[in-house]
């Protein structure tokens, strides 16, 4: 076991401290430049790899060789043959070292001129370093080990003894599969695992487990030391099955290593849909509305009963459908939606998203209603449809005549949410019209006109009245006159309480169409909501009128009680 752990100071700088990493950045070779205020001076002879350097409590390793400034050497490890180690930030070396070091990139190599104030000051360092001296050393950074108050609070300390791969590090939702060793300071294991799987959020042994594997990547080992808020505290635990017990008030510490991890992610909002990634996909695309997707699936009961299973068994058909097209369940779609080519996930879904409150038959056996149910699946391939970016003129005029047709029959069958969709698409299909000609952009227009109003009618239904005021606000500006436009956006300026803005667009669409029925019902609803408002104000200021008379009669007759009362 390593047990040398060393505590870097608490996060923040002492006075004489700076941050002089950026400082050196810029530095290149042969140049020489000074190091924040007080007199380091850094010449870079060699450039370093990448763009990390070392923080405070990370354990360096140099060679270096250190001389007057009239070239007489004092101390070498180059000569020793020994790299030097030490933590930094400390004060286990020079000020110098410790503030230039820290500028160092793996692999770098610099000459310091670091003034007495920073090195040995008055006194020198009998018999090589005499009073008052300034010094150079030539230094290579050979490499160092990151120690990280994580919790940045003194809790948890973690030391990297192996760096991991890329750049994601698991979430609370992930699930881990790591291997760790915990023991106290006087060397007893209390517990240990070889591979043991469990959610983040859930943790596992103590709470410095979870904690730490959110900081690591894959295949990264540490070394923890665990103060007792972050392990089992004043209680400590008795010793159960193979785990040892932990005294009350124990420091640990801990080797752990990330073996891997399964992401598991919300798919919608409300967390009904959850997917967690069994096998990682392909590159960065996804299929988008409207791909065709072929897949692997296989659906379960939450009790193990299989209800469907396709594409897995020799020479049969993968299964194929079209995505936003409901040719599956809403749940399915989505999570479909959000994987990569050869993915292999496990969805769970909820009956909302799944067959809701109905009992459903599958190929294979009968979901009952309000059923959670659980998919694997596997993303084979997908062909995505055509963006509109990548259409000519009179592919993007087809595609949104065809999007605002669907939108008309999802209108029709009250799924307003898929139907507002649908005229979104069309719309973006035509947005851009400036390569027209005249008789595509009279066609773009009519078409735009047509769906922003269907989605103004969604949004209606949906309650979303910002959104449905926003779309009939895009067709006035297309057609100033368009009486349905201002009808709708009457309609939303009353459900947002904006009855002045109603009644205009309300009298401008009667200038218009003087016998529009559904304009005159709406101009009476109006007026039916105006009386109630001023009811409602009425009420209001009587009220508070009441009150303040109350109040203004209970302190006359406070008054006129004082005054009777210095009378008698």
Request: proline share 4%; aromatic share 6%.
């Given at each position: 076991m390593?047990e040398?752990?060393?505590i870097?100071?608490?996060?923040?700088m002492?006075?004489?401290e700076m941050?002089?990493?950026?400082?050196a950045a810029?530095?290149?070779?042969?140049?020489?430049?000074?190091?924040g205020?007080?007199?380091l001076?850094?010449k870079l002879v060699?450039?370093?790899?990448?763009w990390d350097?070392?923080?405070?409590?990370?354990?360096?390793?140099?060679?270096y060789?250190?001389t007057?400034l009239?070239?007489?050497?004092f101390?070498?490890s180059r000569?020793?043959?020994t790299?030097f180690?030490?933590?930094l930030g400390q004060?286990?070396?020079?000020?110098?070292w410790?503030q230039?070091?820290k500028?160092?990139?793996k692999?770098?190599n610099?000459?310091f001129?670091?003034?007495?104030?920073?090195a040995y000051g008055?006194s020198?360092?009998h018999?090589?370093?005499?009073?008052?001296?300034t010094?150079?050393?030539?230094?290579?950074l050979l490499s160092w080990?990151?120690?990280?108050?994580?919790?940045k609070d003194?809790?948890?300390?973690?030391?990297?003894?192996?760096?991991?791969?890329?750049?994601?590090?698991p979430k609370?939702?992930?699930e881990?599969?790591v291997?760790?060793?915990?023991w106290?300071?006087d060397?007893t294991?209390?517990?240990k695992s070889?591979?043991?799987e469990f959610?983040?959020k859930?943790?596992h042994?103590?709470?410095?487990?979870?904690?730490?594997?959110?900081?690591m990547k894959?295949?990264?080992?540490?070394?923890l030391m665990?103060?007792p808020?972050?392990?089992f505290?004043?209680?400590?635990?008795p010793?159960?099955g193979d785990e040892?017990?932990?005294p009350?008030n124990?420091t640990?510490?801990?080797?752990l290593e990330?073996v891997?991890?399964?992401?598991?992610?919300?798919?919608?909002?409300d967390?009904k849909?959850?997917?967690?990634?069994?096998?990682e996909?392909?590159?960065?695309?996804?299929?988008?509305?409207?791909?065709v997707v072929?897949v692997?699936?296989?659906g379960k009961?939450?009790d193990?009963?299989?209800?469907?299973?396709k594409g897995?068994?020799?020479g049969?058909?993968?299964?194929?459908?079209?995505?936003?097209d409901?040719q599956v369940?809403?749940?399915?779609?989505?999570?479909?939606?959000?994987?990569?080519k050869?993915?292999?996930?496990?969805?769970?879904?909820?009956?909302e998203?799944a067959f809701g409150p109905?009992?459903s038959?599958?190929d294979?056996?009968?979901?009952p209603?309000n059923?959670?149910v659980c998919y694997e699946l596997?993303?084979?391939s997908f062909?995505k449809?055509?963006e509109?970016?990548?259409m000519n003129t009179?592919?993007?005029?087809e595609a949104a005549?065809?999007?605002?047709?669907?939108?008309?029959?999802?209108?029709k069958?009250?799924?307003?949410?898929k139907?507002?969709?649908?005229?979104?698409?069309a719309?973006k299909c035509?947005?851009?019209?400036?390569?027209?000609?005249?008789?595509?952009?009279?066609?773009?227009k009519?078409?735009?006109?047509?769906?922003?109003l269907n989605?103004?009618?969604?949004?209606?239904k949906?309650r979303e009245?910002k959104e449905a005021?926003k779309?009939?606000?895009?067709?006035?500006?297309?057609?100033?006159?368009?009486v349905?436009?201002?009808?709708r956006?009457?309609?939303a300026?009353?459900?947002l309480?904006?009855l002045?803005l109603?009644?205009?667009?309300?009298?401008?669409?009667l200038?218009i169409?003087?016998?529009?029925r559904?304009?005159?019902?709406e101009y009476?609803?109006l007026k039916e909501?105006v009386?109630?408002?001023n009811k409602?104000?009425?009420r209001f200021?009587s009220n508070?009128?009441?009150?303040?008379n109350?109040?203004?009669?209970?302190d006359?007759?406070?008054?006129?009680?004082?005054?009777?009362?210095?009378a008698?």
């Open positions: 390593d040398g752990f060393d870097p100071p608490p996060e923040g002492n006075d004489d941050d002089f990493a950026d400082e810029v530095l290149k070779v042969g140049e020489e430049k000074e190091i205020r007080e007199g001076k850094k060699k450039e370093g790899e990448g350097t070392p923080e405070n409590g990370d354990e360096v390793e140099v060679h060789t250190g007057l009239d070239g007489t050497k101390d070498s000569d020793r043959g790299p180690k030490f933590t004060g286990q070396v020079i000020k110098g410790d230039g070091i500028t160092m990139k692999g770098e610099a000459i001129t670091i003034p007495p104030e920073l008055e020198g360092s018999p090589t370093i005499p009073p008052n001296a010094l150079q050393f030539d230094v290579e080990v990151s120690v990280k108050d994580i919790c003194g809790g948890i300390f973690k030391k990297i003894l192996a760096e991991g791969e890329k750049w994601e590090k609370d939702l992930d881990v599969f291997k760790y060793e915990a106290l300071e060397g294991v209390v517990s070889d591979g043991v959610t983040v859930d943790g042994f103590c709470p410095a487990l979870a904690k730490s594997v959110k900081t894959k295949g990264e080992k540490v070394l665990v103060k808020q972050y392990g505290g004043e209680k400590g635990k010793a159960s040892g017990a932990v009350p124990a640990l510490q801990i080797s990330l891997s991890w399964k992401t598991v992610s919300e798919v919608t909002d967390k849909v959850i997917k967690k990634i069994l096998k996909g392909e590159g960065y695309d996804h299929p988008n509305d409207g791909s072929k692997k699936l296989i009961l939450q193990g009963t299989v209800f469907v299973r897995h068994d020799d049969e058909e993968l299964f194929e459908f079209k995505m936003d409901e369940i809403d749940g399915l779609d989505r999570g479909v939606m959000t994987m990569k050869g993915e292999v996930a496990l969805l769970t879904i909820a009956p998203y109905s009992e038959q599958q294979l056996a009968v979901v209603s059923s959670t596997e993303l084979v062909e449809e055509k509109s970016w990548d009179q592919e993007k005029i005549g065809k999007k605002k047709e669907e939108g008309n029959a999802l209108f069958a009250s799924k307003y949410a139907a507002s969709k649908r005229y979104e698409k719309a035509i947005e851009y019209d400036s390569s027209f000609g005249e008789e595509e952009k009279r066609q773009a009519a078409l735009k006109i047509t769906c922003n989605n103004a009618a969604c949004k209606l949906l009245y005021e779309l009939c606000t895009k067709v006035l500006e297309l057609d100033g006159r368009n349905k436009a201002l009808y956006r009457a309609q300026y009353i459900n309480a904006d002045d109603a009644e205009f667009d309300i009298k401008k669409a200038e169409d003087p016998d529009n559904d304009v005159k019902l009476k609803t909501k009386k109630e408002y409602k104000d009425a200021y508070m009128f009441a009150k303040m109350k109040l203004e009669s209970h006359i007759n406070k008054a006129a009680t004082k005054e009777a009362e210095t008698a």
